[in-house]
Structure formats: C-alpha cells, structure tokens
C-alpha cells in the first residue's frame, strides 16, 4: 500500500500562487506516475498535470503555461507549483500515484482544498 498525504491548500486571490506538495509513505517502488487531480463543486474529478517517473508531464489545456509538476523521488514527493491563479481553479485537489506492473497500485491522497477568490 502507498500512502498520500497532500497539504499547501489555501485560500488566496486571484492572480496569487500557491504550491501544493503530495508525499508518499509505503511500498512506493520505482517506475510509478504521480499526478494532480481536482474536483470542482457539482464537477467530476479532472486530470490537472501528471508526470511519469522519467520526467515526461502532461497537463490540461486550462492550465498549460501557469502550473508546473515536479518530483523529487529521494523525498518521494511530487509538487505543483500554481501561479496566476484564477476562480476556476478553485477545487480539492487530489494526488495519485499509480504503478503499472507488479507489484501495481493506484492510490489516492485525501484532498487539499484550495479556493481562489475573485
């Protein structure tokens, strides 16, 4: 099992940063992705930036240019440093961390919540 444990959640203004860290506890094994989802009010739950363990990132088109997702595997953390926020990115933001091949696992982290106030 591979725990997730995020925190940097808050409340800020529009245009504001925030950075959000997501560590990992456990049998964690190399060769996993990490990502960032969020879930909006009344939305399902929506991929924000993910990265695999070669580096390679992809992230939504609404926040190409403004989020970065990074990792440190000798921390087993991965981070999203959000800038120029907007109220659409208001949401809990989730962390994942997924393993393909065996021993596999897809884990959830509980959420950060983080509001953006116009």
């Known amino acids: 099992q591979v725990q997730l444990v995020e925190s940097g959640g808050g409340l800020v203004q529009a245009g504001g940063s925030l950075r959000l860290s997501c560590a990992a506890s456990?049998?964690?094994?190399?060769?996993?992705?990490m990502g960032w989802y969020r879930q909006a009010p009344g939305r399902q739950r929506e991929l924000v930036a993910a990265?695999?363990?070669?580096?390679?990132?992809n992230y939504a088109d609404s926040v190409k240019g403004r989020f970065t997702i990074s990792r440190d595997d000798a921390k087993n953390t991965v981070y999203l440093q959000m800038n120029s926020l907007k109220p659409d990115d208001t949401g809990i933001y989730y962390c994942?961390?997924?393993?393909?091949?065996?021993?596999?696992?897809?884990?959830w982290g509980q959420g950060t919540q983080v509001t953006v106030s116009s």
């Open positions: 994942n961390a997924k393993r393909g091949v065996s021993p596999a696992y897809n884990s």
């Open positions: 990265i695999s363990s070669g580096g390679t990132t």
């Open positions: 456990g049998r964690i094994f190399s060769f996993n992705a």
